[in-house]
């Protein structure tokens, strides 16, 4: 394989590490907001909007997961032109939730301070702004080079880096959730909480762990286990750690979700079709959509 292809497929994997560390900030606001003291004097609309802002924030971060997904599942950490288009397919559409999520949460927080009207254009603003650094400056720069092409296998060196990077991509979302889990805990709103809530919380809770120790777990096997020496053995092991901590962070993410919504709406039943929804969308994001192009892809080999 192309050392040059390789180093694509090594350097969008990075651009998505970096995306998904902005997302990650915006998405432990959003959990934390529900269990503020200040949450309850919100009006009616901004607790819809922190709800719609967690929905979109969720969508972006399930996006930007989808490449490192698709290198495990279809690719099998190999690099390809293909995945090197899917980095940039993904990456595109979920800075657009994002985008819209930055304005909301910044109506949210300056609407209760400022007024209704200090909101929408504040709001508005970062939208804009957001939207033409994202996509807009794209206009100006327009030097976008042809994907090289593959000759070979992708060396074990360059596999098991691929692996490694991957596991960092997937983790700070992880780490958004796992801290703002701990911190809610101490909080006068989740006090209020019902017992069901609480129980449903410890949970979430241990599923995000799982998520972490499993996401943290190829670094440490590479080091203490294999002396740092790249193996197949080691390989195998890190890409099937990594292929199945996603479902313990979709499942986290949903409970939490179900928590949160519960807090918002006083209607359990809307709350557990809101986490349900948002675990459908994770699980097919993360493993249906990939499963379903290697499916693609074999099919168009035979």
Same mark, same amino acid.
């Given at each position: 394989m192309s050392?040059?292809?390789?180093?694509?497929?090594?350097? +969008?994997?990075?651009? !998505?590490?970096?995306?998904?560390?902005?997302?990650?900030?915006?998405?432990?606001? @959003? *959990?934390?907001?529900f269990f503020q003291n200040g949450f309850p004097q919100?009006?009616?609309?901004?607790?819809?909007?922190?709800?719609?802002?967690?929905?979109? @924030? /969720?969508?972006?971060?399930?996006?930007?997961?989808?490449?490192?997904?698709?290198?495990?599942?279809?690719?099998?950490?190999?690099?390809?032109?293909?995945?090197?288009?899917?980095?940039t397919f993904y990456a595109t559409i979920g800075l657009v939730p994002f985008s819209l999520n930055l304005g909301l949460a910044g109506y949210v927080v300056l609407e209760q301070h400022f007024g209704w009207l200090t909101g929408v254009v504040s709001g508005a603003a970062l939208t804009l702004v957001s939207a033409f650094a994202w996509f807009g400056l794209e206009i100006f720069y327009q030097e976008k080079a042809a994907i090289p092409d593959g000759n070979g296998s992708t060396p074990?060196? /360059?596999?098991?880096?691929?692996?490694? /990077?991957?596991?960092?991509?997937?983790?700070?979302?992880? @780490? #958004?959730? *796992?801290? *703002?889990? *701990?911190? #809610?805990?101490? /909080?006068a709103g989740f006090d209020q909480l019902p017992q069901g809530s609480k129980i449903v919380h410890a949970i979430a809770l241990g599923l995000v762990a799982i998520n972490v120790i499993l996401l943290m777990t190829p670094a440490a096997l590479h080091r203490l286990s294999f002396d740092g020496e790249d193996s197949e053995s080691f390989l195998r092991a890190a890409s099937a750690l990594v !292929? !199945? +901590?996603?479902?313990?962070? #979709?499942?986290?993410?949903?409970?939490e979700s179900y928590v949160v919504l519960g807090k918002v709406t006083e209607d359990n039943l809307v709350a557990a079709g809101f986490a349900a929804a948002s675990f459908a969308v994770l699980i097919g994001f993360w493993y249906a959509l990939p499963l379903i192009a290697r499916r693609t892809g074999a099919a168009r080999k035979a």
């Open positions: 050392e040059k292809l390789d180093r694509k497929v090594k350097t +969008a994997l990075d651009e !998505t590490r970096l995306l998904v560390l902005g997302i990650q900030v915006l998405l432990g606001f @959003q *959990f934390q907001a919100l009006s009616s609309a901004s607790k819809a909007i922190c709800a719609a802002g967690l929905a979109l @924030q /969720t969508l972006a971060l399930g996006l930007m997961i989808i490449p490192s997904m698709e290198h495990r599942l279809v690719e099998q950490g190999s690099s390809s032109k293909r995945l090197v288009r899917a980095a074990l060196a /360059t596999k098991v880096e691929q692996v490694l /990077t991957e596991a960092r991509v997937i983790i700070p979302g992880a @780490q #958004a959730l *796992f801290g *703002f889990q *701990f911190i #809610a805990m101490l /909080t !292929t !199945t +901590a996603p479902l313990f962070l #979709a499942a986290g993410i949903a409970a």
